[in-house]
């Protein structure tokens, strides 16, 4: 479908809204464009229907409850045009791509990066929880029984202390 023909298709739709003073939410499906598919997308669509005064249903209200003075908007065709126009960047925009990769980079780039600040936050939360998993450990009698059998085994030669202590540089003493 092309611009022009997405851009008349959501006139259409934005001028049968404003006639019935409500849309379905298959209404607007069929006229959106095949390309847009995320919900948020749909969703930021039906909100700038919303905006123009024209509600939209899961399905038609009955014409008991429908009280068009309340959603009465005078058709004004500029405001038809912006909104069409409006809708149509939407699609390209958002939508031209299904492809996976491009879909999440897209969204990456909607993250706020972290700060310096930030950063330290988070590596101080995680030294914290390090520091607090070593204590419940050290406070673990199976865990304090198992170290020293394990040093039992340095002591008798079986074992290095390189292989116990992670981080243990042993000196160079030379060739003696």
Known sequence: MGRQEQQSSIK???AKGKEQGFLTYAEVNDHLPDSIVDP???EDIVRMINDMGISVHESAPESDDQTLSDNAVSADD???EAAAAALATVDSEFG???DPVRMYMREMGTVELLTREGELRIARRIEDGLNQVSAALA???PTVEKLIDRF???EAGELR????IVGFALPDIGDT
Request: charged fraction near 25%.
């Open 12 to 14: 259409d739709l934005i």
């Open 40 to 42: 948020e997308q749909i």
């Open 78 to 80: 500029d405001a038809a």
């Open 96 to 98: 031209r791509t299904t």
């Open 139 to 141: 406070a673990f009698p």
């Open 152 to 154: 039992d085994l340095v």
């Open 161 to 164: 202390l390189t292989d116990v």
